[in-house]
RNA sequence: GGCCCGUUCGUCUAGGGGUUAGGACGCCGGGUUUUCAUCCCGGUAACAGGGGUUCGAAUCCCCUACGGGCUGCCA
């Protein structure tokens, strides 16, 4: 370690092979927020050495999804792919320094290899210190052979030769020291036989030749992060070793496991930022966070909460008081569940914090996808504000206010049987009667006058606000009913109430 | 199987030798002289087990159990 300060210079280093899904997100996340905290630098680099899976579209999804979030970077996006030469010449020195070794096992060797193991009782065998000298690699073949092979262009891989003796061990942010005995760590291949290198090696090169100072990036890295120390020894960049920091995975709500691709669809949940749809094949179709109406900030606030707190009692946070909270230290070290309802409650009190525009721009889309036209409806800020304080996500907006828009729909039938009584019906048509010749038909003095007439009929509300209620909007909840009707207007209102006993009744009691 | 990491209410977690073990989600119950999906109030519920260390362990150590990650020419 040198006690030099350096730049915090942080990296998120996704690979394109799809949409990022809601760990990658936390990750990134992480990472913004100590580069935040710290006035560091935040990178983007795109990881995408695995040609084989690498899907069109995919870095832009990367972006667009974390620019949704609210995640920028200051440098960036960099390549792997335009790195190759670098990742070539940098590898030499890891072979002079014998480091790193030729190998020239097909793949049907390797499995040859694995399958021989398992039946000396080698449960699962590995291309290391054990294995390494039946193999066929510039280990074991003569210098000549070795030098035939690479002049006629015989198909090879690079491995990381991991010595026989001693200890690696790191002082990782979150889980303190870690450490591993070399002997049981494998050769990992460092460069693939079609010339490009694997994340070990990329990794470590990108990070050291972007200065990166810490890296923030998931448990799953753990256990081969020994091997990327080991990589720094040999190159002779001990001294530039970032500060890791492993944080815990997010888990499947319920069953075994981290969460996966898959797990939205199982679950009836997101698991993705944003959709990622259009696709060929409907099983690579995703919903995101976006459509299932939750706000951006929301979504961080409860990945921030997934695997972090405080240590104070709030709760409810934006991104700048985040960034001003964010320390490794509260960190958690163990993997934390998905939790659907609380990512619900999350978004629930953010739409309440929104200011009424942006609640409006947020359900919009919503509004337009379930066919409700507002464009021309003024009263539609006051239909979102009776709205606002009561749904969890955008989607439910559509739901919430139908009625406002259309006089057809479902009527609430276990209401009706409880209610619809023949000794109300009188009153109901009264009522309704009288109403109507309210000569102010707002809200409070609708309130008044219906209280007033219940009053002097030995009524209470819940004999007939229920009635009204379903009459007007089907449904047995919502906001307030006086506010409703202030807002339908007599000329919707009366009608509905005109034929709602014919149709109580043909709801049957 | 091996290695690494972990384990406080059902879930997310606070707490790091002496606490009535705190909060939040969910759930349950009340209230808001109407509904409830909002809001308010209240309640239920946890230190994985066993050994140490200590006057005293949820907190420190060891073992066991359980969980997770890795164990690919994927990242």
New binding site residues.
Partial sequence: MNSMKKAVRLRF?P?PTGPLHIGGVRTALFNFLFVKKHQGTLLLRI?D??RS?YQEGAEAYIRESLEWCGIQFDEGPYRQSDRQEIYRQHVGKLLDAEYAYYAF???ED?DRMREEEKEKGN??P??DAKTRMQMKNSLTLSPEEVERRLASGD?Y?IRLRMPEEGEISFDDAV??E????TR?L?DK?IM???G?P??HLANVIDDYTMEISHVIRG??????TAHHIYMYRGFGWEDHIPQFAHI??I?KPSG???LSKRDGQKFGFPVFPMAWKNREKAEDNFEGFDSFGFSPAAVINFLA???W?P?T?Q?IFSMEQLIEAFSLK?V??????F?F??AR?FN?QHL?DQAPEQFLQGALPFLKQAGIETDGHARLSEILGLVQ??VHTYQ?VP??CHFFYSDRFELDVK?IRKRWKPEIKPHFEALTKQLSELPDFESSSIKVFV?AYLAEHGL???QM??LL?VALTG????P???KIMELLGREEVFPRFARAPGQFEAQGT
């Fill in positions: 280093a690979s990881e050495t695995d899976r096992d097909t793949v390797l449960h699962v590995k291309y198909p891989t889980r303190g870690v450490s591993f005995a049981e494998d291949i693939k036989s079609d490009w694997t994340y448990e799953e890295w753990l256990s081969s815990p995975l888990l075994k496991g981290k909460f997934l695997g707190n240590g009692e709760e509260q958690a070290k163990s993997g934390a569940k939790d309802d609380k409650w629930q309440q304080p009561r439910e739901t919430a209401t209280s209470s509300f819940g606000l229920p209620r449904a047995a909840a919502g307030d009913l006086f």
